[in-house]
Nanobody
Framework: QVQLEESGGGLVQAGDSLRLSCAASGLTFNTYIMGWFRQAPGKEREFVAAIAWTGSTLYYSASVEGRFTISRHNAKNTVYLQMNSLRPDDTAVYYC?????????????????WGQGTQVTVSS
């Protein structure tokens, strides 16, 4: 059974940093593309960042590029999202996901497994 468990969310002030982690189990981690998505209240889930199997290919949404960094540690079956210079509009539930299709890495449909999410709240 595949499980993805996010952690590291919380309440911070604008300008602060947070690092999210997602621990994966039940899958061969280094054969999956890992992505982060987020969903704010009343909005659709949107792509944030993705990383290919060895970390050689990275994707970011325009809204987070330059502030967020995705990374992975294959020996620990974990993917991270370092979030710097947080803004109130980054407030959302953040989800990690695992998929196999690099060409779909920036889309919801490109992922087979999802975590339960972790709340990030940024106050102004």
């Amino acid at each position: 059974q595949v499980q993805l468990e996010e952690s590291g969310g919380g309440l911070v002030q604008a300008g602060d940093s947070l690092r999210l982690s997602c621990a994966a189990s039940g899958l061969t981690f280094n054969t999956y593309i890992m992505g982060w998505f987020r969903q704010a209240p009343g909005k659709e889930r949107e792509f944030v960042a993705a990383i290919a199997w060895t970390g050689s290919t990275l994707y970011y949404s325009a809204s987070v590029e330059g502030r967020f960094t995705i990374s992975r540690h294959n020996a620990k079956n974990t993917v991270y999202l370092q979030m710097n210079s947080l803004r109130p509009d980054d407030t959302a539930v953040y989800y990690c996901a695992a998929g196999r299709k690099l060409r779909l890495a920036q889309t919801l449909g490109g992922y087979d497994f999802w975590g339960q999410g972790t709340q990030v709240t940024v106050s102004s």
